[in-house]
């Protein structure tokens, strides 16, 4: 039992805000036990991440070793590994073409959809066109279904001759990726601070000059992280793709690897490796764009 001395002693360090040993010790086996439930979560987390993330592509990627045959028994891990589906997507489809005709669409129409949209996006914020309803309305073309655009966009391609060319398809992407692209650009522009902007209005620069020397040297990790956004939805795009191309010369690698399905049922091992080969660009652009970001964002911060 303890002594009155120890209690008083006790009630005095309460008082005084001091905490015990004993209780010491158990605060932090609390705070250590929270954070080893923290880490357990955070790891699980993670992990079912990376699961969602990487289980397609491991799959796909076994998939393009299968043999038809066995992928036709539902074999998910192949009995017998072959190298044939990736000499026989080759010859079977001119991919090379594909692919600079996907490249060519998805940049050209990406510079467009960035040039608009930040003209768009600077009118907004700086000068409030349009009040609160052309936000609102520039937003709603993206969220329209392209589907309801393809018949005025076609007779459009057809009537200035851009039909079954791959700069047609990047018009259309173009200007149906402003949208999404001016939404993203506005929330830049709002961080650049008007101060800069006032200044080189004292100095007697006009909008469009303050936008060009001043606002655009500042934006060059937004412009480039909504060009990276706007570059692989353009690349991955299939609807329009299919039905603006529909010659062998204009058409794109989604809508070539859509061609693996034929009457006589889907070369799914072709496919796989078609896919993977298609895939291929665009990650080395986002590892090469990725580093461009960095840089651009410690430029800016520099300045």
Known sequence: ????????????ANRNGAVRPGKRRSARRKIKHGHWSGSIVRALLWGLVLSCTLVPLLYLLTLAFIPQSE????????????????????????????????????????????AIATLVAYAIVRFKTG????PIFVLSAFVAPPVVAIIPLFFLL????????????ALIYGLVNVAVA???????????????EEAAQIDGAGPLKTLVQVVLPLLVPGLIATGIIVLILNYNELLFALTMSQS???????????????????????????????MLPVYLAAIFMQKWLVGGLTSGAIK
Do not use: C
């Open 131 to 134: 009040g609160g309803f052309l």
């Open 158 to 169: 057809r009537g200035v001759g851009l039909l079954n060319q791959p700069l047609g398809l």
């Open 71 to 114: 992928v036709l028994a539902g074999q998910i891990l192949p009995q017998k590994w072959t190298l044939g589906n990736w000499p026989a997507f080759w010859d079977r489809m001119p991919m090379l073409v594909y692919g600079a005709n996907s490249l060519i669409a998805a940049v050209v129409g990406a510079i467009l959809s960035l």
């Open 248 to 278: 062998t010369d204009s058409q794109t690698l989604p809508v070539a690897i859509s061609l693996f399905q034929g009457d006589r049922g889907v070369q799914f091992g072709q496919m796989a490796a078609a896919s993977l080969t298609a």
């Open 182 to 196: 001016t939404w993203l650009i506005q929330g830049f522009i709002e961080r650049v601070p008007e101060e800069l």
């Open 1 to 12: 039992m303890a002594s009155p001395s120890h209690k008083a002693a006790d009630k005095a």
